[in-house]
């Protein structure tokens, strides 16, 4: 979302939907959790033996350019042809969120190892981890241990 923000810049009224619609792009790709769990139940979405599809980094390119494509082959407005781009750009972000503590799984290559922590601030989105107070534990014994 406000990866699309510093993208876009902010200048008219109509970027905050824009940057709404980039918001919604980025969380969405976290329903393919409940879809391979086959339930709605949290605890099965967020236990799952392998990473669902959606979540495959190879994925996003192939996915921002067929909806090029089908914007180009069914001459869909002009007004809309940042939508691959608001794509490309608020799924790369998640999937560098939870590539800091998963990798980047990129099929059917494998996965990376997980992403440097400071990657996670080269976009202030990310600048957060799935679980504050972990984070903040970690934070802060990190503090503790520097100061010891
Ligand atoms: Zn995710």
Not at 17 to 26: K, N, P, R
Not at 107 to 128: I, Q, S, V
């Amino acid at each position: 979302m406000w990866s699309w923000a510093i993208v876009i810049g902010l200048r008219k009224k109509s970027d905050f939907t824009e940057v709404t619609l980039a918001g919604f792009l980025s969380s969405v790709i976290d329903v393919d959790h409940f879809f391979l769990a086959g339930s709605l139940s949290l605890k099965a979405a967020l236990t799952l033996p392998r990473r669902p599809i959606l979540h495959c980094s190879t994925v996003i390119p192939v996915m921002a350019l067929t909806l090029k494509l089908i914007m180009h082959l069914f001459r869909l407005k002009d007004s809309w042809c940042f939508l691959p781009w608001m794509l490309f750009i608020s799924w790369t972000s998640h999937h560098v969120r939870d590539g800091i503590r998963h990798g980047l799984w990129i099929c059917p290559f494998g996965k990376t190892a997980p992403l440097p922590y400071w990657l996670a601030f080269m976009d202030p989105a990310n600048g957060r981890s799935d679980n504050p107070g972990e984070e903040a534990v970690k934070i802060h014994s990190g503090i503790l241990q520097a100061s010891q």
